[in-house]
């Protein structure tokens, strides 16, 4: 079970409402970033320079997310179909999608935003400084947070939300675009969300976390790969056939 389940469960134990309203709260800001990884990074700053419109680039998915739900890792396929900037003050995009866990077919929308950004306190130009003459500027994470309402049949009624967290490279023509400088989109994944579902039908709410190459809180029991996520055959008869 991961640190924020624990902290779950003991709100539900006094009310289930406390983790609907407000789930982020039992969700480290940083997820489950080590020590030496936050250490690279710069004191939270607003993310002035960023606009709906990146925004909606940076969280466009590849193709569909790895994602486990619940504290047996069970396999959780997501992905987003459509994602829209929204037009307003902060950076906020509209994002509707699916959601699935075995023969449970969900569909998913809602909303991502911006909370604040840190920068790397040192550039990262990749292997051997292969990138250096490439004109970045800055790098860093952007940090937000996501709420999503699934809906379909009975059992799919509900909302995911949670934390939320995607790198970006600024360059210096003024264009921004996710950081795939160095090993770490890999090692470490990209485009991760951490959260729980908290569903009508149920009085207590699911770990649900996803993201691109790597799955928050999903090491060392689920994902045993090094250099790219792969799965502990302890969990194969869990989805992950």
């Known amino acids: 079970m991961t640190v924020y389940a624990v902290l779950v469960s003991m709100?539900?134990?006094l009310t289930s409402m406390v983790s609907v309203a407000n789930p982020r709260e039992?969700?480290?800001v940083f997820f489950d970033m080590?020590?030496?990884?936050?250490?690279r990074l710069t004191a939270a700053i607003d993310a002035d320079f960023m606009t709906s419109e990146i925004l909606a680039q940076l969280v466009e998915p590849e193709g569909e997310f790895l994602g486990y739900i619940g504290?047996?890792?069970?396999?959780?396929?997501?992905?987003?179909?459509?994602?829209?900037p929204v037009e307003e003050a902060e950076a906020r995009v509209l994002v509707s999608g699916y959601l699935r866990k075995g023969a449970l077919h969900c569909n998913l929308e809602g909303t991502i935003h911006v909370e604040h950004s840190h920068d790397l306190k040192r550039l990262d130009f990749g292997v051997d400084n292969e990138h250096r003459n490439s004109g970045i500027s800055r790098q860093g994470f952007v940090f937000g947070s996501f709420s999503l309402?699934?809906?379909g049949t009975e059992?799919?009624?509900?909302?995911?939300?949670?934390r939320h967290r995607v790198t970006w490279m600024l360059m210096e023509n003024g264009s921004i675009t996710r950081n795939d400088v160095g090993?770490?989109?890999y090692l470490r994944g990209d485009n991760l969300y951490a959260g729980v579902w908290m569903r009508k039908s149920s009085d207590y709410a699911l770990d649900a976390n996803w993201g691109e190459f790597r799955i928050p809180f999903a090491r060392p029991k689920l994902d045993i790969g090094a250099a790219e996520f792969s799965v502990n055959p302890e969990y194969l008869d869990y989805g992950w056939q």
């Open 155 to 162: 059992n799919c009624a509900g909302t995911l939300r949670g």
């Open 183 to 185: 090993n770490d989109r």
């Open 149 to 151: 309402k699934t809906m």
């Open 34 to 39: 080590a020590t030496w990884e936050k250490e």
């Open 71 to 84: 504290s047996d890792y069970y396999r959780l396929h997501i992905g987003f179909t459509e994602v829209h």
């Open 11 to 13: 709100f539900l134990g």
């Open 26 to 28: 039992d969700i480290p």
